[in-house]
């Protein structure tokens, strides 16, 4: 295992939460916030409204700056992040989900628990020198962020539709040559 569960988990949602960015952008309603949240459950307070909405648009370049940065310059981001929010740390374990670390209060506004939690991850990240594992899709019309977790480090491209299209390209490029 790479990383734990927890670590692993909130890098997928912080890698989700920045490509609901990419054009066409697929954060624009309390709906797609729901759907957010339904494939990457938080506990703790979730609003529901445009206000949280909001939040969680303007915390995606955050996310982003932080997830692409070099590794002094992420723990840089990652301080910065942690010097931002009363921190609260406590072991919890909840559902399924054994014992891992929540470091603010499960009270304080959804875009901080994320941003928060995208900063402890990335502590395991720093601390492993993995940074490289996270990258700019390869597609070359594609800014969206591949998050690689894989054993042999051969994840390039954030989806299979993006992997598809380059294997199809690649593919139609070799048979006009031959």
Known sequence: MLFTDDTTESLRAAVHLVNTAEPPDTLDTPARVEAFLAAHPYTGRIDRDEAELRALRSLRPRLRTMLLAPRDAMADAVNAALADVALAPRLTRHGDTDWHLHAVGDDRPLD??????????LVDVIRAHEGDRITVCADADCAA?????????????????????????????????S
């Open 112 to 121: 901080e628990r994320i941003l928060i939690e995208t900063a402890m991850a």
């Open 145 to 177: 962020l591949a998050l690689d977790l894989s054993r042999n480090r051969s994840k390039r491209y954030c989806s299979t539709t993006c992997a598809n299209r380059n294997a199809v390209a690649a593919y139609r490029a070799r048979r006009r040559t």
